[in-house]
């Protein structure tokens, strides 16, 4: 008998049709034999639907009241899916945050979950039960509602599994697993068998919107093996573990873009020492998350530094930008908002040469300039322009023959 | 410095407009001097779509969830409001049921108040915060969320303001007060200054929808002053107070009415003792509310029994009399849901004979059929046929010269 934490998002519940379907895969799951604790998200939109209400009463909703309201969504779907699951002739319970106690600190609207107490889940499962908890919020040692940042839910239920010593945590969402690249820009896309924390870290970094950044450094923290698989079917997908249980380490196995930056380039901006800090330092102060930095040799004593920012961001970092120009006697600064940033991930660079040089020459190859480049252990990006998404990933995933791997499917 | 609590209906709270209205009204009554504490609805419809989620979920969705479920609708306003007080500038902080510590017992749907602590609201009151309680919902011993009841945002209200010797309970709604009868019916009925506690009960319970009849309890029980008034101006409204404090007695103070029932007659039913239990118990096991009943005297051993149910219940009701029938050789069932129910409440019908008289000579009059009556010693009801519903409550508002009374308003 197992301990299975199940993790179903937003499209997942859209509607009460598809609330049943939920329910039917959770009771199925504990008729195998296991214990099930589900977790949920709002139901498809709803969270947008409260955000923007907050925003429609305040410029600056007051973040307390924020975390009340909109972990509302959640809470609902948990009480209709634990009233379904009961319709199936289970015994099933929502226990909110406050119930289970997830503990978290104080930082509302971004919170840290710090301890969760799985007494009461235990508790329920033990009677025979199958406990909801609804995702996305915890409760702050004042005893308020917290929520622990969009996309959330992830997390939640990874921590769940942590807490409660879960044999797995099922991230059941709208695609079957984890591939290669996006299969709705490159077709040959193959279905990882498995991932490494740190691939799947990279890959949810640099744009596979499949599970959030968080939940993987939990799991890679507390040793989760984490299963991402479809809502809809009960397929095997795509198993996230320690690095130590991937046999076979693939060079490259993922191509991942992401087309929500800008690139802001400052220059001529004279090469003294901390002009960096004089820079990131104020772009950091103003809530602008700068992803990649760029900065050339300088020529006499003057260098230009380009970097990224979210699209969102961009308004706002350029005029920081050019204040910070002038203040640094910089000669202009010039944006770019049709960029896109383009990966390629493996475990396997860390052992293989080359993989830069394939890259690179595969990009030249179709005639697809590079305007930046960001290493790092396990992945290497480039910035290119965002017309050039598409043939790149889909060069890179032929370059690396990544249409190939079927030796992982088989290992399980 | 008075403590005001104050509690808004969902139409008052239908949208973030209106929201920013009530804000206004609450950030108003502080800055006139007073420590406020503000009880919301949920938004317009909302209740009534999470209960229809609730339905499609289930035929009959588990209590517990349900509460769960239905409760979200008066959180999600709570915060909103919060927030709208704070864009004003003043400091305003939401508290759930369960932070609060509104008690109930652990009947689901229609848990009852039990206790209230007035501790963490005195806290924000000192430090000056308003402070906004979702109505309607409380928390059981087991630590579950319940709810107590349709429209019981109005008892919340009246509970937390006797719990904290509140100086007021402003129940904020989309009419301006307490009238003699329904305005849209009646023109010139007029607004009442005072009425106790008593003849809002009985108003309340034959069908004028101002006020919850258990909120009128609990302010009766608790010596609460409740103050009916517009959510849209700050007009005076109506004031329900214990019946020492009316001035002048009125003989009637209100015409109102009911077309929510329907009429069921067993006709020559033996007259046996225990017949109306071997009647009525079987009804009250259904869970249909009987409202009137009637019992003709006996000839030659038999008695023909009607009585009202409310419309909704009405099929079910007629088919369980109509079994019930056969079982007692009773001759028939004959049903009727054209009827309606109107009524005279006065706390002055308890010094003055003829009230009655004066009732029924003045239907009698315009050719009305009295087809049931009722009394208590503060209310006379009978039944008449539906489409005689407006000409009755004109003629007895005319009858019982309503439209002319001033004095009271000028009381205050």
């Not at 873009?257 to 800090?277: C, H, L, M, Q, W």
Request: negative net charge; contains cysteine; glycine residues 8%.
């Amino acid at each position: 008998m197992a301990l299975i934490v199940q993790k179903f998002g937003g499209t997942s519940l859209g509607d009460v049709e598809r609330i049943r379907e939920v329910a039917g895969r959770a009771v199925a799951a504990q008729k195998a034999g296991n214990d099930v604790v589900v977790v949920v998200s709002a139901m498809g939109t709803e969270t947008d639907a409260l955000v923007a209400l907050a925003h429609q009463v305040s410029d600056a909703p007051n973040p307390r009241e924020y975390d009340v309201l909109v972990s509302t969504g959640e809470q609902k779907t948990a009480a209709l899916l634990a009233m379904a699951i009961q319709v199936l002739g289970v015994p099933a319970r929502s226990l909110l945050a406050s119930q289970v106690k997830i503990h978290t600190d104080n930082r509302h609207a971004q919170a840290r979950i710090q301890r969760i107490d799985g007494e009461l889940i235990r508790g329920e499962l033990e009677r025979g039960a199958v406990v909801v908890v609804p995702g996305f919020q915890g409760i702050s040692p004042e005893g308020n509602i917290t929520t622990i940042g969009r996309g959330g839910s992830d997390t939640s239920a990874v921590a769940l599994a942590a807490a409660l010593g879960a044999d797995v945590c099922e991230i059941r969402t709208d695609v079957e697993g984890v591939f290669t690249s996006d299969p709705g820009l490159v077709p040959n896309a193959r279905k990882l068998a498995r991932v490494s924390y740190d691939e799947m870290l990279e890959m949810a970094s640099l744009g596979a919107k499949i599970l959030q950044t968080r939940s993987v450094r939990f799991g890679k923290q507390y040793g989760v093996p984490i299963h991402v698989r479809s809502s809809f079917n009960d397929k095997e997908g795509t198993w996230v573990v320690p690095e130590s249980e991937i046999m076979e380490r693939l060079v490259v196995s993922g191509v991942t873009y992401n087309r929500d930056e800008a690139k802001i380039t400052i220059f001529s901006v004279p090469d003294v020492p901390g002009v960096a800090a004089r820079i990131f330092v104020p772009m950091s102060d103003a809530g602008v998350v700068v992803d990649i930095i760029v900065q050339n040799v300088s020529t006499r004593g003057h260098t230009d530094v380009t970097f990224t920012v979210g699209r969102s961001d961009l308004t706002r970092a350029l005029s920081l930008a050019e204040r910070l120009a002038e203040e640094l006697g910089a000669s202009g600064v010039e944006s770019n908002d049709s960029i896109a940033k383009v990966s390629v991930v493996g475990l396997g660079m860390k052992d293989h040469a080359g993989v830069a040089a394939t890259m690179f020459q595969a990009l030249s190859d179709e005639g697809v300039n590079i305007e930046m480049i960001n290493t790092s252990e396990i992945k290497i990006s480039v910035v290119i322009e965002e017309k050039y998404t598409e043939l790149a990933c889909r060069t890179l995933h032929d370059a690396f023959e990544l249409d190939k791997i079927v030796a992982q499917e088989e290992v399980l």
